[in-house]
């Protein structure tokens, strides 16, 4: 077997690992599981990493095997919570759940002739286990004060006025059985998932050794940071998903093409499958013209392109060059309010694009884009006036409900950078 271990270490998603965890896996081809929460109908950024955890687990000849939890998912999992979550029903949960088996299809591969990922939700044995029977086979295993020294449970026990409910306390329990129940059907002896799950991945270890007698691991990757110190996939219009109708791609690009330097190098080894040679190249670039940003570019296009395929990456690029004067024909109505969604906005009635049309001069001062009529009269005369990325050549052009994209939107822009969005209303 290839050394995994190796390729997780310089691309920066080993954390920790249990003892023997390298050589068992290297010494032939294992099944390993990472678990996802069904707390939405799509997973989001900060998913990406349990997912390249297990694509780089098939890559190395090793059989992954995404968990979506149907099952905990009604539970919740306290770690990196400060407070109690909301309880899910069980409709909402398999229906997430389907959702998220699609985005999972787009980074593994279910039908590979050796070691294909094999989809299990956890739904299918706990919604079948009865109380009596859980408590007598699973519950004795465990000691509630050894409980009570995970760092999830006791972050929740030391916030006095949120505590912890025995609902969210008995997770671990679910998710140390999800090891051994995966242990009986798929031979599973590896979990893999964020450092914050170091305590339920152990129990689970433990569990497996009591009750077969055999050896299960764990590998932890890190819990991502900016270099500025912000948790990682959260901007300010809040979390970046997966989904195109919850964070389209250009969104989703922009996200990736404004990191910072340093975290888009650190993100070439976490969310692509570039060669550490690659990536070196890329630092080398970085350096030589820092302003070209060589990185930021190479980890935009690969990440866009695997969630969201050549298609999804072609429209984020012209919705970026877009906002930088590019062409904005074919882009949609939905599509171009979301590219400047942040721009200065105004409105104008449809009446007044109806006919003839408005003149250009009346619209460019009625936007606000100038001052008045005569600065329009000249901007146009200096060539420096464009209605959905054309230029007005003409003083006396006029602009009709036929040039408004979808019927929608008109975008003016002033010189290169001036842009306003006029919403047609009415």
């Given at each position: 077997?290839?050394?995994?271990?190796?390729?997780?270490?310089?691309?920066?998603?080993?954390?920790?690992?249990?003892?023997?965890?390298?050589?068992?896996?290297?010494?032939?081809?294992?099944?390993?599981?990472?678990?996802?929460?069904?707390?939405?109908?799509?997973?989001?950024?900060?998913?990406?990493?349990?997912?390249?955890?297990?694509?780089?687990?098939?890559?190395?000849?090793?059989?992954?095997?995404?968990?979506?939890?149907?099952?905990?998912?009604?539970?919740?999992?306290?770690?990196?919570?400060?407070?109690?979550?909301?309880?899910?029903?069980?409709?909402?949960?398999?229906?997430?759940?389907?959702?998220?088996?699609?985005?999972?299809?787009?980074?593994?591969?279910?039908?590979?002739?050796?070691?294909?990922?094999?989809?299990?939700?956890?739904?299918?044995?706990?919604?079948?286990?009865?109380?009596?029977?859980?408590?007598?086979?699973?519950?004795?295993?465990?000691?509630?004060?050894?409980?009570?020294?995970?760092?999830?449970?006791?972050?929740?026990?030391?916030?006095?006025?949120?505590?912890?409910?025995?609902?969210?306390?008995?997770?671990?329990?679910?998710?140390?059985?999800?090891?051994?129940?995966?242990?009986?059907?798929?031979?599973?002896?590896?979990?893999?998932?964020?450092?914050?799950?170091?305590?339920?991945?152990?129990?689970?270890?433990?569990?497996?050794?009591?009750?077969?007698?055999?050896?299960?691991?764990?590998?932890?990757?890190?819990?991502?940071?900016?270099?500025?110190?912000?948790?990682?996939?959260?901007?300010?219009?809040?979390?970046?998903?997966?989904?195109?109708?919850?964070?389209?791609?250009?969104?989703?690009?922009?996200?990736?093409?404004?990191?910072?330097?340093?975290?888009?190098?650190?993100?070439?080894?976490?969310?692509?499958?570039?060669?550490?040679?690659?990536?070196?190249?890329?630092?080398?670039?970085?350096?030589?013209?820092?302003?070209?940003?060589?990185?930021?570019?190479?980890?935009?296009?690969?990440?866009?392109?695997?969630?969201?395929?050549?298609?999804?990456?072609?429209?984020?690029?012209?919705?970026?060059?877009?906002?930088?004067?590019?062409?904005?024909?074919?882009?949609?109505?939905?599509?171009?309010?979301?590219i400047f969604a942040d721009v200065l906005s105004s409105e104008v009635e449809r009446g007044r694009l109806t006919g003839e049309g408005i003149a250009a001069v009346d619209l460019l001062a009625g936007s606000g884009l100038v001052p008045s009529k005569g600065e329009a009269r000249r901007s146009i005369e200096g060539?420096?006036?464009?209605?959905?990325?054309?230029?007005?050549?003409?003083?006396?052009?006029?602009?009709?409900?036929?040039?408004?994209?979808?019927?929608?939107?008109?975008?003016?822009?002033?010189?290169?950078?001036?842009?306003?969005?006029?919403?047609?209303?009415?």
């Amino acid at each position: 077997m290839s050394d995994l271990i190796a390729e997780l270490r310089w691309r920066g998603l080993l954390q920790d690992m249990s003892e023997g965890a390298a050589a068992h896996l290297a010494s032939g081809a294992r099944a390993g599981y990472a678990g996802f929460d069904p707390t939405a109908p799509s997973l989001h950024v900060g998913s990406l990493l349990p997912i390249m955890g297990l694509v780089h687990l098939q890559r190395h000849g090793h059989h992954p095997i995404p968990v979506v939890g149907g099952g905990t998912g009604l539970i919740g999992d306290p770690s990196g919570k400060s407070e109690e979550r909301q309880l899910l029903s069980a409709e909402l949960a398999s229906a997430n759940t389907e959702a998220i088996r699609v985005q999972l299809e787009r980074f593994l591969d279910f039908d590979a002739t050796k070691n294909p990922a094999r989809m299990r939700n956890n739904l299918d044995w706990l919604g079948e286990i009865r109380m009596v029977d859980f408590l007598r086979d699973t519950g004795k295993h465990f000691r509630v004060n050894d409980m009570l020294r995970k760092e999830s449970v006791r972050r929740r026990l030391e916030t006095e006025d949120v505590g912890i409910s025995y609902t969210e306390f008995s997770y671990l329990l679910l998710q140390a059985y999800d090891f051994l129940e995966l242990h009986r059907r798929d031979g599973c002896t590896l979990q893999i998932g964020g450092s914050d799950q170091w305590g339920n991945i152990t129990a689970g270890i433990d569990l497996i050794r009591r009750v077969t007698g055999a050896q299960a691991h764990g590998v932890v990757f890190p819990l991502l940071t900016t270099s500025s110190g912000t948790k990682f996939g959260k901007t300010e219009a809040g979390t970046v998903w997966l989904d195109a109708k919850r964070t389209s791609p250009f969104r989703f690009y922009q996200f990736w093409i404004n990191a910072a330097d340093e975290d888009a190098l650190r993100y070439l080894g976490l969310f692509t499958l570039l060669g550490q040679a690659e990536v070196a190249g890329l630092q080398e670039a970085a350096t030589a013209d820092p302003g070209a940003r060589h990185t930021q570019k190479a980890l935009a296009e690969e990440v866009t392109r695997r969630v969201h395929g050549e298609d999804g990456l072609g429209r984020a690029r012209q919705a970026t060059a877009a906002l930088f004067g590019g062409e904005l024909e074919g882009l949609s109505a939905d599509e171009i309010a979301d590219i400047f969604a942040d721009v200065l906005s105004s409105e104008v009635e449809r009446g007044r694009l109806t006919g003839e049309g408005i003149a250009a001069v009346d619209l460019l001062a009625g936007s606000g884009l100038v001052p008045s009529k005569g600065e329009a009269r000249r901007s146009i005369e200096g060539g420096g006036i464009y209605v959905n990325g054309r230029r007005v050549d003409d003083v006396d052009a006029r602009i009709t409900i036929a040039q408004a994209v979808e019927g929608r939107f008109l975008v003016l822009r002033k010189g290169k950078k001036n842009y306003q969005l006029v919403r047609v209303v009415g």
